[in-house]
């Protein structure tokens, strides 16, 4: 059974460009929940997506975007970067509601 | 949002039980309450949750207080693969939307 899989594991961007990241849930997971987490932080929920529908938004804006694909991987875009958007993000994948996440390694983020 | 409240830090000795406190006064009656533990480098791990009933698996207990404003993480003997900042955190019906990990708890485990 293969893992939650992100990629890449790190990208340099500068200010006002765009990037995406990737996330393969596990198998048989139908949900998939992306977080940033800050240096010294906890993981902070940006949104979810169950069955390829958004199901649940944090407090982030317009600019961060996603996708999941019928296979349930998924996609995490953010426009115009600024330098907070500097950190790890983590994809996290669940196949339903009450059971346990699985994370995946995470993509760290630099914005320059 | 509910939110809870942890220790910033705690120490154990080695094979020595753990008790981790999470304060979660505003939980609602439809709050699952679930433990994550992230060790350095590497994304959050599951350890356990529950709703009311105390609850044991392989890795630890959870212990909630019965009117559910607090819980206890318990590590019967910690060891040193067991440091680790660890989360308490609250999900709506167990779905994770809108979830908030807060700064958690680092445990130091001393050999």
């Known amino acids: 059974e293969t893992g939650v899989t992100q990629s890449p594991t790190h990208l340099i961007k500068t200010r006002g460009q765009q990037v995406t990241l990737r996330c393969s849930s596990q198998?048989?997971?139908?949900?998939v929940s992306w977080y940033q987490q800050a240096l010294g932080q906890g993981p902070q929920f940006i949104f979810q997506?169950?069955?390829?529908?958004?199901?649940g938004r944090g407090n982030f804006p317009p600019r961060f975007s996603g996708l999941q694909f019928p296979n349930y991987s998924s996609e995490l875009n953010v426009n115009a970067l600024e330098l907070d958007d500097s950190a790890l993000y983590l994809c996290?994948?669940?196949?339903?509601?009450?059971?346990?996440?699985?994370f995946g390694p995470g993509t760290r983020l630099t914005v320059l | 949002d509910a939110k809870t409240t942890q220790p910033n830090s705690m120490e154990s000795n080695e094979e020595e039980p753990v008790h981790l406190p999470c304060n979660h006064s505003t939980i609602s009656g439809t709050d699952y309450i679930h433990w994550y533990r992230q060790l350095p480098s590497q994304g959050p791990e599951y350890v356990i949750h529950?709703?009311?009933s105390n609850v044991n698996n392989r890795m630890a207990s959870l212990a909630i207080a019965e009117d559910r404003k607090s819980s206890t993480l318990i590590l019967h003997r910690a060891t040193l693969r067991d440091a680790a900042v660890y989360y308490c955190i609250l999900s709506l019906s167990g779905g994770y939307q809108k979830v908030t990990f807060g700064t958690g708890t680092k445990l130091q485990v001393i050999p």
């Open positions: 997506y169950y069955r390829e529908e958004e199901n």
């Open positions: 198998s048989g997971h139908n949900t």
């Open positions: 996290a994948s669940s196949s339903g509601q009450g059971n346990e996440q699985f």
């Open positions: 529950g709703l009311t």
